[in-house]
Each structure stands twice: as structure tokens, then as C-alpha cells.
């Protein structure tokens, strides 16, 4: 029988499926539940240094499947979050801390104070608004990217993620700038919008959301098949995966392990169960024996 296990930056993962930051994770019940219920990994909303409301409702429109969001980085504040990742470690599966910021300095100490709650690797989001080039994305900056990963790789012994924005002109050069980390993870939400046309105006307080769900998979697909040709480094696909089979396409793109985050609004928990027998039956009559044979062989050279 085909195994579905995993590693990723040296950390074993039972299936390829992991809980996407942001969705159902930033409590430890939610979170630990998602583990038991069949998901190989979470990764944790993203945590900055101190609580934040987020913006005012409307936050989420639904496109189809699909939805564009302006949460607004909504979030308890990195001294509060130690409890949950306590709770979550009870599942005894690997918990990924995500953190964002607007500088080296402060994504540092949050990354160094996520190692100290016992996470077993970091998760950058890097699209987070960069307060210096105001209206661009920390992540569209590659200097910026490259002093946030060089400075945490020097300061954490836990694996590093870097999770890159498909907001910006050249991936490559954003991917190479944060070469230091152990794997990117590709990708984040497109930034999009909705009008009302009765009200005459967009449906987001915040103007701009950033769209996920089946929508953005050709989007994540090829920005996974490019990095991953271009720079060979372990890669975690997201965006739009609603089965197995999207799941499979993102492997055989280049991705070693796979997020899901909107199709569990859609699908709910019981997603996870459903993706590992259904891949494990592909993966048999297919007569791959293992995920590694599956990594990238789509990619021409
Ligand atoms: C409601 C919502 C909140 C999100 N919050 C975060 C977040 O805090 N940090 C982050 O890196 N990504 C966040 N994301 C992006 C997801 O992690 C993921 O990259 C994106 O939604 C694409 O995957 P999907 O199509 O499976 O949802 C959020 C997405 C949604 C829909």
C-alpha cells in the first residue's frame, strides 16, 4: 500500500495536508480538533506583537466557492497565544507559528517567542502592509524580505517558512531574496475587490481584500511550478485546494506538502479524512509508492 507520509524541512508529516494560516487556528481547541481530525499540521493565524481588532464588517464577500477577505490582520497578540499552542500540542502533531510584521526587528522577536511556546517551525507571512512603501507589501520588497529571514534564521533553530505574496512583478527575485529559509510557501491571497453596484461603491470596508479559494488555484499552480524549477527548494502549495486532486496537482507542480484554508468553510473538518483515502487509492492505482515520486515530476525541464 502507497504511503502518504511526508517531510518538510525535516519534520515528518503523516499526509501532505496541512490547516492554512488564518482559517479555524487561532484557538487551541479549533486547532488541536483539526489535528485529531486527520490534518498533518497547522499552521496558526498570523500573530503580531499586539492585539488587533481587525477592520470594521463587511470583511468577507463571497466570489462562487471562492471569497475575498479583509480580516485585517485581526489577532490576540503574541503574549497571548502561548496557551493555545499548549492546547494544540496535545494532538502531538507538528504546530507551525505564523507571524507578521513590519520590520527584521519585530518579526524576530516574534519568531523567537514562538520557538519558546515549542512550535516546531515559523511561518512568515510576508503580505502584511510595509508601512515604509506605503500601499506595497513587505513581502514585494526584496531587501526587506532578505534582513526579515537572514535576521530569524540567525536567531531560531526551528525551521523557517517563508510565505510569499503572488502580489508582486518578480516571485524569483522575492523567492532568492529569502533563499536563507528552509521552504517558501506559495501562495498567499490575490489582492481583489467587489463593488455593490446599489450602493455604488465597494462591499469591503476596506476597500481591497485579497481573494482565496478555487479561484486562485491556476494562479498558485504556476507560481509553485515556476519557483520550483527556478530554485529546487522545498515548497508548500496553497490556494484554492478543495480535493485530492487539486492537492495532487500542487504536488506534482513541486510542492512537498500541501495547506488548506478556504475549502474548509465549504467542506468542513471531515475534509481531512475524505483527502488521505482518497489520495492513497490514487496513489495506488497510479502505482506511486511513495509522495516524494510525485514532487514535481509534472515540471519540464
Ligand atoms: C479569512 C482568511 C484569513 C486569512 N488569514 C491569514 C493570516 O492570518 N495569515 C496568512 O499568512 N494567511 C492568511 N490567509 C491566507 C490563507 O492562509 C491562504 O494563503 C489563502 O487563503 C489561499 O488558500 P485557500 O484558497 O485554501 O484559502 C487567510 C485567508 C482567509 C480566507
Known amino acids: 500500500m502507497s504511503d502518504i507520509s511526508t517531510t518538510l524541512a525535516g519534520i515528518k508529516l503523516v499526509n501532505p495536508f496541512m490547516v492554512a494560516s488564518g482559517i479555524l487556528d487561532e484557538n487551541g481547541y479549533t486547532m488541536k480538533e483539526l489535528l485529531e481530525r486527520g490534518a498533518a499540521a497547522v499552521v496558526t493565524k498570523s500573530i503580531g506583537i499586539s492585539e488587533r481588532d481587525g477592520y470594521p464588517t463587511p470583511v ?3 466570489y462562487g466557492d ?3 477577505n479583509a480580516v485585517g490582520l485581526s489577532n490576540p497578540g503574541i503574549e497571548n497565544f502561548g496557551e493555545e499552542i499548549n492546547i494544540a500540542k496535545e494532538a502531538k502533531r507538528p504546530i507551525i507559528g505564523s507571524v507578521f510584521a513590519y520590520n ?9 517567542k514562538m520557538e519558546e511556546y515549542g512550535v516546531d517551525a515559523i511561518e512568515l507571512n510576508l503580505s502584511c502592509p510595509h508601512v515604509k512603501g506605503f500601499g506595497l507589501e ?3 520588497d526584496p531587501d526587506l524580505v532578505e534582513d526579515i529571514v537572514n535576521e530569524i534564521k540567525s536567531k531560531v533553530k526551528v525551521p523557517v517558512f517563508a510565505k510569499l505574496s503572488p502580489n508582486v512583478s518578480n516571485i524569483i527575485e522575492i523567492a532568492k531574496a529569502a533563499e536563507k529559509a528552509d521552504a517558501y510557501v506559495l501562495i ?4 481583489a475587490m467587489a463593488i455593490d453596484i446599489y450602493s455604488r461603491s ?3 470596508s476596506n476597500l481591497y481584500g485579497g481573494l482565496s479559494g478555487p479561484a486562485i488555484k491556476p494562479v498558485g499552480i ?3 511550478y515556476e519557483v520550483k524549477k527556478e530554485t529546487g527548494k522545498e515548497i508548500i502549495g496553497v490556494g484554492g485546494i478543495s480535493n485530492y486532486k487539486d492537492a495532487i496537482e500542487y504536488i506534482m507542480a513541486g510542492a512537498s506538502a500541501v495547506q488548506i484554508g478556504t475549502a474548509l468553510y465549504k467542506y468542513g473538518k471531515g475534509i481531512f479524512r475524505e483527502m488521505e483515502w482518497q489520495l492513497r487509492t490514487f496513489m495506488d492505482e497510479e502505482r506511486f ?10 515540471i519540464k525541464r
Open 202 to 204: 465597494p462591499v469591503l
Open 188 to 191: 498567499n491571497t490575490v489582492k
Open 104 to 112: 527584521a526587528e519585530e518579526f524576530t522577536k516574534l519568531s523567537v
Open 60 to 62: 468577507i464577500v463571497e
Open 138 to 140: 513587505v513581502g514585494s
Open 66 to 68: 471562492s471569497l475575498i
Open 289 to 298: 509508492e511513495k509522495i516524494e515520486e510525485m514532487v514535481g515530476v509534472a
Open 222 to 224: 504556476r507560481y509553485v
